[in-house]
Every structure is written in structure tokens, then in C-alpha cells.
């Protein structure tokens, strides 16, 4: 910020020398409205997304950039991941199914994210859905 501070103080001062005076005035609002983008953007990026996925329950919780935590339990012996793919851009949104619920995951990642996310999560569900596994030690 200090750096497009500066550019954009010294362009318009520049301007104030050749007489166009109220060209310095937009200037300032250029650095008001980067900054506020970046402000948002910052606060924004506070949003998180966790799955949990064990033999019993997939959880999945919500932190919004604001605080709110908002928690969907479901079943994994039930879940199914549905999938809405573009032909030219791949998967566009994901969601689990289960019971007539149908909640979105993964929205913050990119097409390629979301099918490396996609293949790991099947993976997990598919784990889940075999149950705990014993292995003794000889």
C-alpha cells in the first residue's frame, strides 16, 4: 500500500504541477478503493473449510469470515458425492448427497483442486463405507 500510495501521490502531483489539479483528488480515492479491496479481500481469506471423514460420521464445518460456524453431520454409509462438470472448464461445483440434503463443498477451490479433492474424498468415503479395518502385530 505504501508503494501505490506513493506512485499514486507522485502521478498526481505531477498533474497539480501542469494545472489539472483535481486529477490528485481521484488519485487519493484510487488508494482509498485499493486499499478497501485488499481490506476485504483480507478479511475474506479468514474463511475456512474442514471435512472429516471416519467410519462413523462425515462432518463437515463452516467458519465464516465473520466467526459463524455452521456444522453438517452426515452418515457416510449414505453419502454420495455429486459432481456438476463443465466440458470445458471441469468440475464447477461439488456436493454431498445424503437423505435429501445436498450441502456444497469446496466452492473456494479451482476445477483442478476440486478433482484432486473430489478423488480424495471418494477414496475416503469409499474407506469409511469398508469399515475399520484390524491388523494385529505378530
Known sequence: MMFVSFVSF???LAFLLMGAWPVLG???LDVLAIYWAFKI????GRASEEIHVTA??????????RGHVIEFVLNPLWVQL?????????????YLLSKGRRVSIASFLGPDEKASFAKGL???LQAAKRGPTYN???
Open 41 to 44: 479481500n483480507f478479511q475474506r
Open 122 to 124: 471418494i477414496a475416503a
Open 10 to 12: 507522485a502521478a498526481g
Open 26 to 28: 481521484f488519485f487519493g
Open 82 to 94: 455429486d459432481q456438476k462438470i463443465h466440458a470445458e472448464y471441469g468440475i464447477e461445483k461439488l
Open 56 to 65: 462413523c460420521e462425515l462432518r463437515v464445518r463452516r467458519v465464516s469470515h
Open 136 to 138: 494385529p502385530v505378530i
